[in-house]
Structures are given as C-alpha cells and as structure tokens.
C-alpha cells in the first residue's frame, strides 16, 4: 500500500497507553503514518513540522489529561488552526468532566469521544470512520482510500459527487 | 538524473515537453504534399496526442486547449488568417496560348496553381517556353484569361478555405454533446431521488439467491444502467450492492473476485448499447453525422445490442468458470424505497418519456439530440434539480468530448486526415485485414488510454479512408465507426483502462492478475466478435 501524506496523531503522556493507541491503529499505518507525542507542546512542534513539509493531519487522538497546557486546549487550538481546522479530532479519556467535555464540543467541534478503557475494534472503526470523512471532504483522488477505509461510503460518494466521471 | 517541472512526474515532464515540440516540428519539415493549415493542424494533432498519452495536464484541459489553438490559427478569423489573401495575377495574353506569368507562380514539376472559387483551386500543367526575369512566358490550353494565377504557391490560403471560429467553439453546443447533456442531467438526478439505486433493487429482485443468477443479475442491471447513465456513477453505485455480499463470503474465497469483476466489465461493456452510454459512442457519432450520415438512437441499439448481449453472457460464463460460486445461496441486502414526492414522481415520469422517445426514435423521427432537451428544460422548470446540480455536472466530460469533435472538424477542413491516409499504403491491406487492424490497434490504444481519446486520435483516419475511396466500394464507413466505438469500450485489461476498472480496483478485493486475465480473454473473443458481426450482421442492418 502507498503511504499517503495524511497522519494520525496521537497524544498522551503515559507511554504505555501511548503504545497500545499505536499498536490498535497498527492496520492503518500502512497508509497513514502515526505520529505520537507526549504533552500538548510535543504535539505542536509535531503539527508544525509536519505542516511545514506539506503534510497533513487527518486524524488527531488526544488525552484529555497532559502534563501542562491539556488537551481540550490543544483541539481547541487546531481548531482554530486554519490548516488542521478539518482534522478529525478525537477525545480519548476517563477522565474529562462534563464541563470539559462540553467546551471540547463546542469549542473545538469535537468528532468523537472515547472512553477509557477502549476496545481495539472500537477505536479502528472510529479511526476508519473518522479518516474515510476526512478523505471524502479533503481529497480530490479517493480511489487508494477504498481498500483500507470505508469502501462503502467512498463509493457513494462516488456516486453521489462525481469525483470520478468516464472519460 | 530526474527532471521534473513542479508537480509534474518525469514522464509527464517529459511528455508536456515532447507536446509543445510536437506543435511546431509540422512547420519546420518539408512536407510540401501538406497545406500550411494542414501542417498547423498536425501541430496540434501532435500536441494532443502527446499530452492526452502522458497527461502533463488533464485530458479535457488538453481538449480545450485543441479548440483555444484552433480558433487562434486555423479560423478565418483567427491572427494566422484574418485579412489573408490569396496573392493573384491575371495572365497576360500572347498569341497562340502563350501567356505571361510571374515566375514565382511556377512550381518544379511546372504546373502553376489558379484559384476556381474560394478555398479551392486547380493546378495546371504549363510547358515553359522563356524564361524572362520575373516574368515567365509558358504554353498552355487549358488556362484561360478569366483565370487568377496564384504567384506564391506555397501560400497559407492554397488549399484551404478557413472555416470560422464559431464551428470550433459550436462543438460544445453539437447536438451529440446536448445528448449527453439530457443523459446527465437524468443520471444526475436518478442519484439526487435515488432512482438508481432503487431501479437496481427492484430490477434485481427476480434473480433470486443463488449466486450464479445474482452475478447475472448484477451484470444485466449494470449493463442496463451504465447504457443511460455514466459507466463510473453506475460502477460506483453497484460496488456499494456487492460489498454486503462480498462480507458474507469466507476471507479466501475466489467467488468475490469474480463478484467484484463483473461490476466493471458489466459497465464497459453496456455503455456501447447506446449513443449516450459511454463518450467514445459520441465521438463516432459525431464524425459520422459531421459527413452527413446521420445514426439514430434506434439504429445504434439494433447495431449494438446484439453483440453487448453476446459478450455480456460470454463473461458471465468466463467469470463463474474461473471463479465458481462456493456457497449455494446468498442474500441480497439492498434496502429502501421509491420516494413518492413530487418531485421524485416527475422525475420518473420526465425520465420514463424521454428514454421512451429515445429508443422509439425511428418511428416517430424526432432527433434524439431534440429529445435531450426535455430532460434539460423539465428537470430545472420542476425544481427537480436546482442550481447546485447542475454545477454538479460533469462538464469536463462535455469539454472532452467537444475538444475531441473539434479536432476532428480541423483535420478534416484542412486535408490532414486525407493527407495521414495517403501516407500509408491501404490498398495492400484486404477488407478483413482492415477491420481486424482497426479493432485490434483501438482495443491496444484505449487499454492505456481514455476510451474517448483513442476514438478520437481513430475517428478521422477512418473518415478520410472513406473519402479516398482507396479501399474501394467494400469500405463501409458506418460499420467500421462502429468497430472503433466497440473496440475502445472492450478494453478492459487494466486498472487503468476504465474508471469502472479503477474503482473496482481500488476496493482491493481482486489482484491486478486476475483483472488483466479477464481483459485479455475478453478484448481477444471481442475482437473475434466484432470481425463476425461485421461480416455477417452489420452488413445486414446497415444499408
């Protein structure tokens, strides 16, 4: 499968929750490219490197709990972030209150939000979900997409905008 | 070392290079047997083929920029030939068939060239009896003093009487291109209120569970869908129907290859039934009316149908003996419903008229092109489709199409075509020999490149073949735009010979072997099919 210049970010201070996000989305990678960091100033000297190479982020999962600036901050940052204002961004947490929660919602257009501990199956379909709307909003070839995301919705969408006509 | 200009591959670089050379090499070669329009017109020619092969830039930006060259040199009103004149001189009369002429007038082979009406003139043999300076006194009988003798031979306006701008940039508004306008906006629509995907669910239903007939059935409703509406939407949608099948099946099954094979041969291949299935159909059809032979929507499924019938039960035998079922019976998910809105309602109704006056075209006579139009007019007038659809559409198919008619026009106004013909020695080539080299060379071209493309690169040639009348009264025009229309929708080889081919593809379902093994065997018995139909059949119903 050819790597595509979409990345999946991940986020999270323990290493070795770090490690299982990783290992989950292991089927992805292929063609997504994982990139971690560990506190919400890691990840923006991650997105801005990878902004800087002509790269983008499709998909960004993030702890709610960091060691200083958190995470609902930092989607609310990439929200407003022209460049990863599209980026699917998801909450992955046990512990965010209702408050925080909220603000993530409302402030930074959360797409999702997972819930400590999480089934490897849950967080893929999620991922794949989240990736196959973000392919369908963002690029303009969504063929290299079918085999590895939502086949089904690609093609609808297919159907439905013409993305691709006869020739 | 890679060269590359940005955002391009190497080979497209290459390739944009190689097109701008193409464009001026005609001007520099000595190609006296070749008009100047002509020869700006095999710039052009050069040029698109060039970049429709590498795609440096897209094929319908290639298409636009045929026409943006056309108008510019080769219309009367364009900078090459605005104010153009042909340069003339009466002869002066001597006595006893002696005329004065300028001496440039004379060619080597001592012959001058008179100009008859506009864009047309006459070469006449001289026998030069002085040679005076600029002045030449020659004998001949046949030139006469209400004769203009033309002083520079080898001026643009030989040959050729350009025609306005307006016939170039009118190829968007043919009346093949206004049909397939009517067909999308249909389509369009069919997807907006979901039609197709309900026509797809009732059509399929008599086909039962088991597999054998479900993979028939898949066959025959893509087929019948892709002849109205677009090989890629209709593709599309039927990958979404076999997907749900497809989970039902063991991980190392061989039957979901052949599952999802079907959808893209289906699709090509139906989208030859009729004139708006798929854009090579209309490149055909418009050279052909552009001679003045005119194919109704009727005629073109009478000489299509028959051999789409055939070769879709071939595949379906081909595809269920290479990949056989492995379960007795499967369950068909397809779920919904025909909304009964009144919109939806005039859409059916607007769509069940207009395919009906299509295919009855012959026995009331109204041009399908004419009939097109109701689709395009009663579809916005109801509301059914809005501003937004329409922006929707796929013009750059239209512009493909039209830029491919155009430069058809420009080849044949010149003497291209007829000049590309007599280039090669025909006569030695028998009828069969021809039309075998005719289909085969379109399958192996439209393998690699766009169907369309390739039909138009064909079309020209043909016509010309006809017009030179070198392969005799044998040649029949019809029948083999016929084949070249056929022939390029049968390739099917490649994930990247069809869009149908790269969807079904890109699902990852099948491997790239098993798509080239289907293609071959398909594009070899096609071959051998067309060569039968056109021997034994077209001859039949083409008069």
Known sequence: ?167 | MKVAFPGLTSIQSAGLILGVIGLFVPLLLPLDSLSVAGQLSLGIFFMAAIFWMFEPIPIFATSMLVILLQIVLLSAQGPVYTNAELPVDKPVTLEDHNWQIPSSAIRDDETIIVAVAPGETESIEVEIIDRNGKHVIVRSTELTSDHAVITRPEHRLVNYKPNSYTDYLGTLANPIIILFLGGFMLAEASVKYNLDKNLTRYLLHPFGSQPRFIVLGLMLVTAVLSAFMSNTATAAMMITVILPIIAQLEPGDRFKYGLALSIPIAANIGGITTPIGTPPNAIVIAALTEYGISISFTDWIIITAPLVLVMLLFSWWLLLTLFPPSVKRFQLIMEGTFSLSPKAVGLYVIFGITVLLWVTENSHGIPSSMVAFLPVAALVTGGILNKNDIRKLPWEVLWLMAGGISLGIGMDKTGLAVWMISAMDWSSLGYIALILAFSAVAMIMSNFLSNTVTATLLMPLVISLHVSGIMGDQFNLVITGVIIAVACSLAMALPISTPPNAIAMSTGIFRTKDMAKMGIIIGIVGVMLILAYAIFFWPLVIN
């Open chain 1, 1 to 167: 499968m050819k790597t595509s210049d979409i990345y999946i970010l991940c986020i999270e201070d323990e290493h070795e929750v770090l490690d299982a996000v990783v290992r989950d989305l292991e089927k992805l990678e292929d063609q997504f490219p994982v990139e971690t960091a560990t506190s919400a100033e890691e990840a923006s000297e991650v997105i801005g490197k990878l902004l800087e190479e002509n790269k983008k982020i499709g998909l960004v999962l993030c702890d709610h709990i960091l060691p200083g600036e958190n995470g609902i901050e930092l989607l609310i940052e990439l929200h407003k972030n022209e460049k990863t204002h599209n980026t699917r961004k998801v909450l992955l947490t046990g512990q965010a209150g209702l408050d925080d929660t909220v603000k993530a919602l409302n402030q930074a257009r959360l797409h999702h939000y997972i819930a400590k501990p999480w089934s490897k199956e849950e967080l893929l379909e999620v991922a794949v979900e989240l990736l196959t709307d973000y392919v369908i909003e963002q690029e303009e070839n969504i063929l290299p997409y079918m085999s590895s995301l939502n086949a089904n919705r690609l093609s609808e969408s297919i159907r439905t905008r013409r993305s691709v006509s006869d020739g």
